[in-house]
Nanobody
Framework: QVQLVESGGGLVQAGGSLTLSCVAS????????MGWYRQAPGKQREWVAT???????NYADSVKGRFTISRDNAKNTVYLQMNSLKPEDTAVYYC??????????????WGQGTQVTVSS
């Protein structure tokens, strides 16, 4: 069984920082893109950032310059360093990865989500 487990969410004041982590585990054959999405109350889930297996990164305009995504392929882990947090960053953050598991096929996997709350 393949799964993604996030950690690192919490409550922080505006202007503060948090780092999220997401570890992929299980019978993984290969991992393609890894990234983060978020969903604020009453809103649709939106893409935040992506890290490709070749080292390319992409960011949503709303977080560019404040968030940094990184990846440790040896640990099957992706991180999201969030600086200069704003109240509008408040959301449940979800890890996403395109993975191939043994006796399976390429598909998207999602973590359970971790809450980030930024107070003003």
């Amino acid at each position: 069984q393949v799964q993604l487990v996030e950690s690192g969410g919490g409550l922080v004041q505006a202007g503060g920082s948090l780092t999220l982590s997401c570890v992929a585990s299980g019978s993984i054959v290969s991992i393609n893109d890894m990234g983060w999405y978020r969903q604020a109350p009453g809103k649709q889930r939106e893409w935040v950032a992506t890290f490709t297996p070749h080292g390319s990164t992409n960011y949503a305009d709303s977080v560019k310059g404040r968030f940094t995504i990184s990846r440790d392929n040896a640990k099957n882990t992706v991180y999201l360093q969030m600086n200069s947090l704003k109240p509008e960053d408040t959301a449940v953050y979800y890890c996403n990865a395109a993975m191939l598991a043994t006796r399976s096929y390429w598909r998207d996997y999602w973590g359970q989500g971790t809450q980030v709350t930024v107070s003003s």
